[in-house]
């Protein structure tokens, strides 16, 4: 027999399933008696549930018409977590985006009007799921924020800082040329996308006139926000083919089937100017994060390797073998060898 906590929490999914339950067969779900199932039901009513009995030929149980279960006790970062979590679990890769949307209905229902307007502002849309360890993380406020700003439609002004050096284009002001935090930037928000392990902004930058996807870790909200605005259709309707289109080929792969990630010692200013597919980001004045892509992995270390910094390996192990087995064969080919004979 479960434990009584377990049991108690089997039997309410179960009156959340249907609207009237037998008691007999309660019992025989739960594998307990009915008169288990009564002190249970007891114990649910004093929990505040309310589950009514209902009289007929077998008798049994209901959850009370027009009343609302309890609310569930989460915190403001717990539900955006949540609210998170199962929006984007359809990048999980296991087929499970439509449990997960159902899961998030059901959970929202339960939860205090608070809560559950959060949920509703902070709308999701995942693309691609991270293929490495994300490199930057967003302050859960901010993510609010700019989901806020996307429900009500209000123009967004914030900071921005981009990129040292980047290629991925219209990711960053760094595609306009920017190598310092830009002025005051203006734009309608439309959706909050995760790709590959990062939050974007995709917006109408209302100064150049044009759409921008901005790295939601580089943006710092200005309050109050600005005037409310008609919604502008996105090029192709779809925000993530929109998304997609935007990151081809320009994902610090190329398209390409190898992808990694090394920390060299050198200025991100003298790295950027030899790479043009992948990306680098500033960790000091004399150290660099750059990702790249290759057709082969030993491709991939050969290229990093004609940096001439000492290089950390980030991932994935492919890479790191790579340098292991390029070495080996760089050490051979530096030793001398012996004279041939002599003609």
């Known amino acids: 027999m479960p434990k009584t906590s377990a049991r108690l929490l089997s039997l309410l999914s179960l009156l959340q399933a249907r609207r009237d339950w037998p008691g007999a067969l309660l019992a025989e779900r739960l594998e307990v008696s009915p008169r288990t199932v009564r002190r249970d039901v007891d114990r649910l009513r004093e929990l505040g549930y309310p589950i009514v009995a209902f009289k007929g030929p077998d008798g049994g149980y209901r959850l ?11 915190d403001d970062d717990q539900a955006v977590a949540l609210a998170v979590a199962l929006q984007i679990a359809d990048t999980a890769g296991v087929g499970i985006d439509e449990a997960a949307a159902r899961a998030l209905t059901t959970v929202r229902q339960v939860m205090p009007p608070r809560l559950r307007r959060r949920i509703d502002i902070l709308q999701v849309t995942a693309v691609r799921r ?5 490199d930057s993380t967003v ?17 967004l002004r914030f900071d921005y800082v981009p990129a040292s050096a980047s290629a991925f284009g219209p990711v960053s002001a760094a595609a306009d040329g920017d190598r310092a935090p830009s002025p005051p930037r203006r734009a309608e928000p439309h959706h909050l996308v995760t790709w590959g392990g990062r939050w974007y902004l995709v917006a109408w930058d209302l100064d150049r006139e044009d759409w921008r996807t901005f790295r939601a870790d580089r943006i710092t909200p ?16 779809d925000v993530a083919g929109f998304v997609a289109g935007r990151f081809r080929d320009s994902d610090g792969s190329g398209g390409r089937p190898c992808r990694g990630e090394v920390i060299l010692d050198l200025p991100a200013t003298a790295v ?16 660099c994060r750059l990702v790249l892509g290759s057709w082969s992995w030993p491709g991939l270390a050969a290229a990093v390797g004609a940096f001439d910094a000492d290089i950390e390996v980030v991932g994935p192990p492919e890479l790191r073998d790579a340098f292991a087995h390029l070495a080996h064969r760089y050490a ?10 002599i003609r």
């Open 64 to 74: 009370g018409a027009g009343t609302e279960l309890p609310p569930l006790l989460f």
């Open 130 to 134: 991270p293929t490495m360890r994300p």
């Open 139 to 155: 302050d859960s406020g901010v993510l609010m924020a700019l989901g806020a700003a996307v429900h009500a439609r209000e123009v």
């Open 222 to 237: 200005r309050v109050p926000t600005g005037p409310r605005f008609s919604r502008r259709e996105l090029p192709g309707g």
């Open 272 to 287: 950027s100017r030899y790479v043009r597919d992948g990306i680098v980001e500033e960790l000091g004045p004399d150290r």
């Open 332 to 341: 051979a080919a530096g030793r001398p060898t012996a004279p041939g004979p």
